[in-house]
């Protein structure tokens, strides 16, 4: 079941560059495909830098330096492909001369969803200057899923607070806690507030939890601010209870008039949260999670960040931002 959200006949748009992080965006792109028969093309955006040599002066070095893109990125797919159940004939390349954003923005308008890999800012340098995967997932019009690649950049950054907060001379070492074990298939994890943006999101959803067999839960992290007038409480502050109950029923509204495949489980919470802790709280167990583009504009944006943003940069797990 495709909703207008998840056309199967857009084409996925992977940006690739050569890193571990395009990589695992490439992998998760033509997994995807191969479930959805979708057509994924790959694309690398590049500009000439300094230890390119010098810029061609020619039309015949200018078709050799693109020739030697177009290798450069047939190996880089050949890598990522490799053991993927993906019909080859649905995979494009495309290499421009243009910044990696720029080249995603203009190829992915009309894309399903545009796919990247997070950037490896550690986390003080994302929260002051964002990342690309941030920026293009509050500047494209398409859902821009960032997938993410586990490492031990928070480890060796909670290694670094430790000693600084701990007033001997002995080296502490933080010791990461473990998952929990979570039995079958992780959950899609949907995002909601009630807006019409998140329920574009809870589509997007649905059908990602239809595609994998996945189990879908609808979360909507609220305060009182989110919930608009509260019945009974139009002209006061209306206590957490009474607000727990309104959160409940505009969830259990939106999952009502929202077309789900029969066969996704769906299971609901509302909890009374900021949306972007209790979300990113949730990407530790969800194998997706899926947010609408909502948030601050200008300067606030800028040093405050969206909740969307927020997700993108501090989510454990792939996130898609639908707009």
């Known amino acids: 079941m495709m909703t207008e959200l998840t056309n199967a006949m857009a084409d996925i748009v992977v940006g690739v560059d050569g890193s571990d992080e395009s990589f695992a965006a490439l992998k998760w792109a033509l997994k995807e495909a191969g479930l959805s028969g979708q057509k994924v093309n790959a694309v690398f955006g590049w500009t000439h830098s300094w230890d390119m040599g010098s810029e061609p002066d020619s039309d015949e070095a200018w078709a050799n330096l693109r ?32 910044s990696g954003t720029s080249a995603l923005l203009q190829i992915g308008a009309n894309a399903q969803q545009i796919v990247v890999g997070r950037r490896s800012l550690g986390r003080v340098m994302r929260w002051f200057m964002g990342s690309l995967s941030a920026s293009l997932a509050q500047e494209a019009q398409v859902p821009v899923t960032v997938v993410r690649i586990m490492d031990d950049e928070d480890a060796s950054v909670q290694d670094e607070i430790a000693n600084a907060l701990t007033p001997t001379d002995v080296t502490v070492r933080h010791v990461q806690p473990q998952r929990p074990p979570v039995e079958g298939v992780r959950p899609v994890v949907a995002g909601v507030d009630g807006s019409p943006t998140s329920r574009h999101a809870l589509r997007f959803a649905a059908n990602e939890a239809h595609l994998h067999h996945a189990p879908l839960n609808v979360m909507f992290c609220w305060q009182l601010k989110d919930l608009g007038t509260v019945p009974g409480y139009e002209n006061a502050v209306a206590p957490v209870e009474a607000g727990q109950r309104r959160a409940e029923e505009i969830l259990a509204q939106m999952v009502e008039q929202t077309e789900i495949p029969a066969d996704v489980r769906v299971t609901t919470n509302a909890f009374h949260i900021p949306a972007s802790k209790g979300l990113i709280a949730a990407s530790r167990y969800a194998s997706h999670l899926i947010v609408g583009s909502r948030g601050l504009s200008g300067l606030d944006a800028h040093f405050l960040g969206s909740v969307s943003k927020q997700i993108v940069n501090f989510a454990e797990c792939t996130v898609t931002v639908v707009h």
């Open 67 to 98: 020739h030697e893109i177009a290798s450069e990125l047939r190996e880089w797919v050949d890598k990522a492909s490799a053991g993927i159940d993906f019909d080859p004939e649905n995979l494009k390349l495309t290499s421009v001369k243009a």
